[in-house]
């Protein structure tokens, strides 16, 4: 089956510090990968994207992710935590639908980021 | 900047009753996506159409859940009667195609007792 995981429940760092959120995915043919990010009560917001391209990607709030086709990851990124990034991070692929013909978006259970004053 | 708007917020109700959900996607958008995230969970698709059309209903309990889109643009996520079980967030999201970024509407909270 085509989906991503995310094998971390939880990343606790402190402000200041980098930060990586992990994230591995299995599908056929090329990824489309995607990071979201939600804050409490609230919607999933865009962060970024991979369709093609450079390995690195960046995104919104500072953040970027690096594409790894030999280790099938996507990891997400950003060189200095801050307090206001503590959220749910949640990694997703395209996939091709189950009848084929139209595609849709797997979500991974995501994972907490605790950023710590 | 544009949103999707969802009604209600917040939904408390009895099991065995009716409950109803609204989506307003973003102008244009012609892909709009319901789904449902039980807490602690990614978002699981519901039902995702393509202008008035539903292209992808397989996770969606259709015994109790129905889903429209009759002008191809706002859409009413139903569950009735609804279960215990039945409590998550509900999620509204819409793009301009199957293939785009999503954007995400706030969400309403369902609650059954």
């Known amino acids: 089956a085509q989906s991503v995981a995310q094998p971390e429940d939880q990343v606790n760092v402190a402000e200041g510090n980098p930060l990586t959120v992990k994230c591995t995915y299995s599908?056929?043919?090329?990824?489309?990968l995607f990071w979201y990010v939600q804050y409490p009560n609230r919607g999933l917001q865009f962060l970024l994207k991979?369709?093609?391209?450079?390995?690195l990607v960046k995104g919104s709030y500072g953040f970027e992710a690096e594409f790894n086709k030999s280790q099938t990851s996507f990891h997400l990124k950003k060189p200095s935590a801050l307090v206001s990034d503590s959220a749910l991070y949640f990694c997703a692929v395209r996939v091709m639908g189950y009848s084929g013909g139209y595609q849709k978006v797997t979500f991974g259970i995501g994972t907490k980021l605790q950023v710590i004053p | 900047e544009a949103e999707v708007a969802q009604s209600p917020r917040y939904k408390i109700t009895e099991k065995s009753q009716a409950v109803a959900f609204w989506c307003d996607p973003i102008s244009g958008h012609a892909t709009l996506y319901w789904y449902r995230q039980i807490l602690g969970q990614g978002p699981e698709l519901l039902v995702q159409f393509q202008d008035e059309s539903v292209v992808d209903d397989s996770q969606l309990p259709k015994d109790r859940f129905s889903a429209e889109r009759l002008k191809g643009v706002d859409s009413t996520l139903k569950i009735q009667p609804a279960e215990l079980g039945d409590s998550a967030m509900y999620l509204c999201?819409?793009?301009?195609?199957?293939?785009?970024?999503?954007?995400f509407g706030p969400g309403t909270r369902l609650l059954v007792l």
């Open positions: 599908v056929s043919g090329n990824p489309y």
């Open positions: 999201a819409s793009s301009f195609s199957g293939q785009e970024t999503q954007y």
């Open positions: 991979y369709i093609t391209g450079d390995n």
